[in-house]
């Protein structure tokens, strides 16, 4: 009996280990028309993983490669994508998508996966109508908000937080994730995360929990795990559903205030309020429940480490060039006074500080938050960058390997915000800076994530000097997450209060 057993138990294995062999390498095979183009080596993608080598690593890595193949094609995220960072070629991409390319919505074929759950239907991972009719509705929230007051705020209580820690020695990861969730928790659903204060706050932390369970590699290359008994996430579903039920109610509860109160401060309101006045005008600009979660978690997370992050390689890049930090703290002293307080800069204030401003435009340049723009596909057979691929090809961009073009941008490893201040001479336009990408996908919230920078770095300016601090290996490594969406990481500064 035994004996019979034994040998379908062997089979079934075998089976199932033939099966993942296969579908193993139907993810890493070079599809046949990206075949005989240059190719980063499959090996680098595991190499960079296992290493954490962070994406200006990897283009300093393979900096001849980049710079001798405009196209190439590489492996990102389980298949190989035609990569371009010819201009005229990557106008193409942005300026199509929508049209005969579209954006690549993770894990399309399984909509019962978690991940697919968690995401909805958003501005981010939607096509075609569907993107239109949200973002139409969602793009007016943006350019009707102007909330420097309550970036101000959540910047004071970061700074007497700070002033709380032995500041010659500060790791600055968890303070800036932080602030840039108490920033968006306030602007996007009027609500106070407090995760400076607290940041063991139940939602930024269900959060936090969930981003982090469904980044699993593992379930993001193999979806379908996702329904199978045995892997089933049940810890996973659970903060899900908590996540939705606090969500809906969020949603409730402002409905019903804005029916007893219409907004009158639109540049002091939320956004999460703005999109339901919207949703009030007409049936077609109505967003369901439904979509009103799924968007604003949406921009939730589109927005936490992108800010988080470029503020944090702004003190970088200033720690590591001391005098543009001291250029740019007597702009900020000169428009806004030396008074030892903590000041929140006004509108009329911010529009006078141009280096600044250039500053931060250069650090997005040398340190694009995206490092990587390739969450596209094209939708019928094309040419594209002179190459024909049929509809599912993954298509996209290098943003660090066009920004750090040296026929772009002139001595492209110098740190040097002079560049941004030069007036524009009237070329044509071509995307050579695109840390917000370009094109009707251009980031919904790039004016707004400007901003935060800008009061967030002018009144940190005006508090502190700040210098590196090595890590305990006597390395610096501040980024350590090797692919898009990556995190800040052991950013050590020593501050120094000036009042
Ligand atoms: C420095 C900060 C930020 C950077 C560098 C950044 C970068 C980007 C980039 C590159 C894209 C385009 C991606 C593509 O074409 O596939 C994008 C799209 C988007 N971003 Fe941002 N972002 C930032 C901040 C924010 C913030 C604060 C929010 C929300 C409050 C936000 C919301 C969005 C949304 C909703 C989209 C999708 C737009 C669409 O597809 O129509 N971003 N962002």
């Known amino acids: 009996m035994q004996g019979a057993i034994l040998p379908l138990g062997a089979e079934v294995v075998l089976g199932l280990l033939a099966g993942l062999v296969y579908v193993i390498y139907r993810q890493i095979r070079v599809p046949a028309h990206l075949q005989g183009l240059p190719r980063v080596p499959l090996t680098n993608f595991f190499k960079w993983g296992y290493n954490k080598t962070s994406p200006l690593e990897q283009f300093f890595e393979m ?106 020695r500060l790791v600055m990861d968890k303070p800036l994730s932080h602030m840039a969730m108490d920033v968006l928790g306030q602007t996007i659903y009027g609500f106070n995360f407090n995760a400076l204060e607290n940041p063991d706050t139940k939602y930024a932390v269900l959060l936090q929990s969930i981003v982090s369970k469904l980044s699993n590699p593992v379930y993001l290359l193999f979806p379908y795990l996702d329904n199978l008994p045995f892997f089933r996430r049940d810890d996973v579903i659970r903060d899900l559903d908590e996540l939705d039920e606090y969500m809906y109610k969020m949603i409730d509860e402002k409905r019903r205030q804005l029916a007893a109160n219409p907004v009158r401060d639109r540049a002091n309101v939320d956004l999460l309020t703005l999109m339901l006045e919207a949703c009030e005008d007409s049936e077609t600009t109505r967003l369901s429940n439904q979509e009103l979660r799924d968007n604003t978690t949406a921009l939730f997370l589109a927005g936490h480490e992108n800010t988080a992050l470029s503020i944090g390689f702004w003190m970088y890049m200033m720690s590591k060039n001391l005098d543009l930090q001291e250029k740019c703290r007597d702009e900020v002293l000169s428009v806004m006074g030396d008074a030892p307080e903590d000041l929140i800069p006004t509108d009329e204030q911010l529009k006078q500080m141009s280096y600044l401003h250039a500053s931060i435009l250069e650090n997005l340049r040398f340190n694009p938050p995206i490092p990587l ?89 005006r508090k502190y000097t700040w210098t590196l601090v090595l890590g305990e290996d006597g390395k610096e490594t501040i980024w350590s997450t090797p692919f898009s969406m990556f995190r800040i990481n052991n950013l050590i500064l020593n501050l120094k209060a000036r009042y």
Not at 404 to 425: A, G, V
Request: positive net charge; contains cysteine.
């Open 373 to 461: 723009i390739v969450a596209r596909e094209t939708s019928v057979d094309q040419t594209i960058a002179g190459i024909p691929v049929p509809a599912g090809t993954s298509v996209g961009t290098n943003v660090i390997a066009v920004q750090h073009n040296p026929n772009y941008y002139p001595d492209p490893e110098t740190f040097n915000p002079d560049r941004f201040l030069q007036k524009s001479t009237g070329e044509r336009f071509l995307p050579k800076f695109i840390p917000f990408g370009s094109g009707p996908r251009q980031c919904i919230a790039k004016n707004f994530a400007l901003l935060n920078e800008q009061v967030v770095i002018a009144m940190l300016l």
């Open 63 to 168: 900096r001849d490669f980049f710079l001798q193949h405009e196209t190439y094609v590489t492996w990102v995220g389980g298949d190989w994508k035609l990569v371009t960072t010819n201009l005229e070629h990557v106008k193409d991409i942005f300026t199509k998508t929508n049209h005969t390319i579209e954006k690549s919505i993770p894990n399309r074929d399984y909509p019962e996966s978690l991940f697919r759950r968690f995401i909805g239907t958003s501005v981010i991972f939607s096509n075609h109508e569907v993107w239109a009719r949200i973002r139409r509705i969602i793009s007016p929230a943006f350019s009707n908000t102007q909330p420097t007051r309550v970036i101000g705020e959540v910047t004071k209580t970061l700074i007497a937080k700070l002033d709380k820690e032995d500041t010659s």
